[in-house]
């Protein structure tokens, strides 16, 4: 399994970020596939995690009401819109991937599958 991430940048407190992940190896149709990110001196967290097959999303509670997670409905691509990012929102931010059912599971556990050695850096600073 691969998982590609990609879409970071710098952005101002306010300001809005799309990070995408393509999976090759994994399949939506079997499995969930979410964001986790880790700040400077942070644990690493779930963000946000989708089934595409059960049309279920999970969201920390830090990010509820401002990201928005999204699955292609043909190809193995997540997306993450990031609105009104806040500081806070620092962090590299890796792509994961779990042959499970719901996304809570993938998001509040260890995945299996993850671009822990390529995230994507979004930095929100004025």
């Known amino acids: 399994v691969q998982l590609q991430a990609s879409g970071g940048g710098l952005v101002q407190p306010g300001g809005s970020l799309r990070l995408a992940c393509t999976a090759s190896?994994?399949?939506?149709?079997?499995?969930?596939m979410g964001w986790f990110r880790q700040g400077p001196g942070k644990a690493r967290e779930g963000v946000s995690c989708i089934s595409r097959r059960l049309g279920s999303t999970y969201y920390a509670d830090s990010v509820k009401g401002r990201f928005t997670i999204s699955a292609n409905n043909t190809e193995n691509v997540v997306y993450l819109q990031m609105n009104n990012l806040k500081p806070e929102d620092t962090a590299i931010y890796y792509c994961?991937?779990?042959?499970?059912?719901?996304?809570?599971?993938?998001?509040?556990?260890?995945?299996?599958?993850?671009?822990w050695g390529q995230g994507t850096q979004v930095t929100v600073s004025s």
């Open positions: 994961a991937a779990e042959p499970t059912v719901e996304p809570q599971t993938l998001c509040l556990g260890a995945p299996r599958f993850g671009s």
């Open positions: 190896g994994f399949s939506l149709d079997y499995g969930v």
